[in-house]
C-alpha cells in the first residue's frame, strides 16, 4: 500500500480495505472498496467473492449504460434526420429512398442491440441463480464442517490422553486444535494456543525434539510411536 492511500486510510479511521477491480475487456472502469472501520477484519472468501460478483455486475451495467446511451444518440439523430426530412418535403423521390434505408438501418441496430441487451438479461439472471445455489451449498457444506469439528472436539475431550493437531503445510506446526486434557496438563486454553507453535510454548530444545518427530510424520506419512519428555510447571514428565 502507498503511503499516501495509508495515509488517507489513516485519516477515516479505515481498519479494513476490501477493493475489487471493475473491469470491462480488460479495460479498469474503476474499483469497488469496502472499508470497515470499527476494528481489523480480516475478509471471508464469501464477502470477497460478493464483492468481485457485484464489480462484474457493475462492469455489466456500465455496459449497458454505454449501449443504452449509444442508441438513444442514434435515435435522436435519426429524429433529427426525420425531422429535417418532413421540412423539404420538395425534395426529391431520391431523398425518400435514401431516408428509409437510413431508418431501416437504424431500426435494424436498435432490434440487434435490443436482443444483445435480452441475452445479457438472460445471462444475468442464470448467473444470480447458480450464485445462489452455490452459496446456499456452500452454507450447508459450511455448516455440516461445523457439525463435524464439534463432534470431534466431544470425542477428543473425552479421554485422559493429551491430543492435538498441527499443521505442517503452510505454517511452522502451528497448533489447530487441543483437547481439555492438554489445556489442564499445560494451562493453556484452546483460544490462547491457536497460531502457535512448539516454540512459543516449550524450551528450544524441548521444541527442536518436538518439531524433528513432527516433521518425521508428516514427510513420511507414517505412524512413529515413542515416548516425549515434556518440561511442565513441577517438572519433566
Not at 479495460?27 to 464489480?55: D, K, M, Y
Not at 450447508?140 to 485422559?160: C, F
Amino acid at each position: 500500500v502507498e503511503d499516501c492511500y495509508r495515509r488517507m486510510l489513516e485519516q477515516f479511521a479505515v481498519k479494513a480495505n476490501l477493493v475489487a477491480h471493475i473491469l470491462k475487456n480488460n479495460e479498469l472502469l474503476g474499483l469497488l472498496i469496502a472499508h470497515h472501520c470499527s476494528e481489523p477484519r480480516n475478509w471471508q472468501q464469501e464477502e470477497i467473492e460478493f464483492a468481485q460478483t457485484v464489480a462484474v455486475h457493475l462492469a455489466v451495467a456500465i455496459g449497458q449504460a454505454e449501449s443504452l446511451a449509444q442508441t438513444r444518440q442514434q435515435l435522436k439523430e435519426l429524429a433529427c434526420i426525420n425531422a429535417a426530412l418532413k421540412a423539404e418535403t420538395n425534395y426529391c423521390q431520391q431523398a425518400e429512398v435514401q431516408l428509409t434505408q437510413v431508418k431501416a438501418e437504424l431500426e435494424s441496430k436498435v432490434e440487434e442491440r435490443t436482443a444483445k441487451l435480452q441475452e445479457v438479461i438472460v445471462h444475468l439472471q442464470r448467473e444470480i441463480r447458480d450464485r445462489t445455489i452455490a452459496e446456499q451449498q456452500l452454507r450447508e457444506s459450511q455448516q455440516q464442517w461445523q457439525n463435524s469439528q464439534q463432534l470431534l472436539q466431544s470425542i477428543i475431550d473425552n479421554t485422559n490422553a493429551c491430543i492435538f493437531v498441527k499443521e505442517f503445510l503452510h505454517t511452522n506446526g502451528n497448533y489447530l486444535l487441543i483437547n481439555k486434557q492438554f489445556e489442564t496438563v499445560f494451562n493453556i486454553s484452546r483460544e490462547e494456543i491457536l497460531s502457535k507453535n512448539d516454540y512459543d510454548l516449550f524450551p528450544k530444545a524441548a521444541a527442536d525434539t518436538f518439531q524433528q518427530v513432527d516433521w518425521e510424520v508428516f514427510k513420511s506419512g507414517k505412524l512413529i510411536e515413542l515416548e516425549e519428555i515434556v518440561p511442565q510447571t513441577d517438572g519433566m514428565h
